[in-house]
């Protein structure tokens, strides 16, 4: 069992930056594959980046792809995403999740997930 906690959304004029944070319980965090997914109001749940167990390989969703950074910290089993030049279509509600079968864009794929923090983008 893995479970996540995320923090460090909130609101952010256009152009601006954040980095969430995505905390997990359990001993066995470096063995997953973790990503985020967003959401957001009327829309289905979107793709936004992932990063394989060991951090040697990512993976971005075009519409984040040179703005966003997913790192991880498996010593401190966190996982970040650093938003940089952020867009008032960024806003949604932002949820890490954890795989156990490798890397993946659908999330079927992922067996645990946050329950997700806010981030809103002002124009």
């Known amino acids: 069992q893995v479970q996540l906690v995320e923090s460090g959304g909130g609101l952010v004029q256009a152009g601006g930056s954040l980095r969430l944070s995505c905390a997990a319980s359990g001993r066995t965090f470096s063995s997953y594959a973790m990503g985020w997914f967003r959401q957001a109001p009327g829309k289905e749940r979107e793709f936004v980046a992932a990063?394989?167990?060991?951090?040697?390989?990512?993976y971005y969703a075009d519409s984040v792809k040179g703005r966003f950074t997913i790192s991880r910290d498996n010593a401190k089993n966190t996982v970040y995403l650093q938003m940089n030049s952020l867009k008032p279509e960024d806003t949604a509600v932002y949820y890490c999740a954890a795989s156990g079968y490798g890397l993946g864009e659908g999330a079927f794929v992922y067996d645990y997930w946050g329950q997700g923090t806010q981030v809103t983008v002002s124009s």
């Open positions: 990063i394989s167990w060991s951090g040697g390989s990512t």
